[in-house]
Every structure is written in structure tokens, then in C-alpha cells.
């Protein structure tokens, strides 16, 4: 999400991590959250390279690393 010239992007961040929390809770799994939110188009391409660490990357990496922790606990209940 990039800044526009008002606050839009603020809000709508707030409500997408609010709803990815509400998600969770409803389904008692967690969910990655992965939004970036740049000052400038430049910024987002930065933070989205693959040469600089890819920001996006990193969530869906933690993800995929919580699998067995959630097989795991399936298997116990």
C-alpha cells in the first residue's frame, strides 16, 4: 500500500490488520500478515526486491515454518 496525499492507506491498514486478527481468532489458526505500507512507489519496489530481502517474502515463510506446530496440535485435541 503506498501513501497517497490523505490517510486513506492508515485506515485501510488498520482494517486489514484488524480483520486478519478477527480471522484467527474465529478459526483458532494463526494468520500471517504480510502488508507493506511505503511512502513512495520506489519504496514498494524496494521492499519487494529480491536483492534487499523481500519483504513479503518473510510472512509467508513464517507461515509455512508454523505448519507442523499447528499439525501438532491437531493431533493432541
Do not use: W, Y
Amino acid at each position: 500500500m503506498i501513501r497517497g496525499d490523505t490517510f486513506h492507506h492508515e485506515e485501510i491498514a488498520n482494517e486489514i490488520s484488524r480483520g486478519i486478527g478477527q480471522s484467527a481468532q474465529g478459526i483458532c489458526i494463526p494468520l500471517a500478515f504480510g502488508v507493506l505500507t511505503c511512502n513512495t512507489f520506489e519504496q514498494a519496489i524496494d521492499r519487494g526486491a529480491l536483492e534487499t530481502g523481500n519483504k513479503g517474502f518473510e510472512p509467508r515463510m513464517g507461515a509455512i515454518e508454523m505448519v507442523p506446530f499447528r499439525e501438532a496440535l491437531v493431533q493432541k485435541a
